[in-house]
């Protein structure tokens, strides 16, 4: 593991590890989640991840956060009615205001004693805010893990990403505006 300085310049907030905001969110899945095909509905899973998400961006942040985006969320198997979902979320990445939250989704049958499966995983961007809705400096991550370490430093690819696919539109956009 490495160590890692404060990110963004003038950020004098002690470090916290990994572990200090990491959180789980469980709850049975019940008839109204269900979309028409009579699995729980990709909506009401995706509110447990942000819901998840905001907590851990709280707790890391010490306040109010919300949520600036959201990556790759993705589906790997249905969820069913009955089924006990467990949101896993940690604080993979942070910049002077910004948290990347990552979220692993995993499910069980309520009533059998099978392991539970993951069935999603998404990247969400939170913004620290004050209570006047103004952004805040975050303490920065500290990675606990060599797990964490790599988790940080693929949430920095992600973030340069982020930012060179927005930069590209924006430079489109100021091409081509609207014909």
Same mark, same amino acid.
């Given at each position: 593991?490495?160590? #890692? ?5 003038? %950020? ?22 269900? %979309?028409?095909?009579?699995?729980? #509905? ?17 707790? #890391? ?34 910049? *002077? ?13 309520? %009533? ?38 790599? *988790? ?5 690819? *992600?973030?340069? #990403? ?10 489109? *956009? ?6």
């Amino acid at each position: 593991m490495t160590d #890692h300085a404060p990110i963004g310049a003038g %950020n004098e907030l002690p470090g916290k590890p990994t572990a200090a905001s990491r959180t789980t969110l469980s709850t049975i899945m019940t008839a109204g989640d269900t %979309n028409l095909l009579g699995t729980v #509905h990709g909506g009401v899973i995706m509110k447990l991840v942000d819901d998840a998400a905001g907590a851990v961006a709280g707790r #890391h942040s010490g306040g109010p956060a919300v949520t600036a985006s959201m990556d790759e969320m993705v589906f790997l198997e249905p969820v069913r009615v009955g089924d006990l979902v467990h949101v896993h979320a940690q604080c993979n990445w942070t910049g *002077r205001t910004s948290m990347e939250i990552g979220v692993r989704v995993m499910a069980e049958r309520w %009533n059998e004693s099978t392991p539970a499966q993951q069935v999603g995983s998404a990247y969400l961007v939170f913004a620290a805010v004050d209570a006047d809705g103004k952004p805040r400096t975050v303490p920065p991550v500290v990675p606990d893990s060599e797990r964490n370490e790599r *988790r940080f430093q693929e949430a920095q690819i *992600r973030r340069t #990403h982020r930012l060179a696919r927005r930069r590209a539109i924006r430079e489109l *956009r100021e091409q081509r505006p609207d014909e």
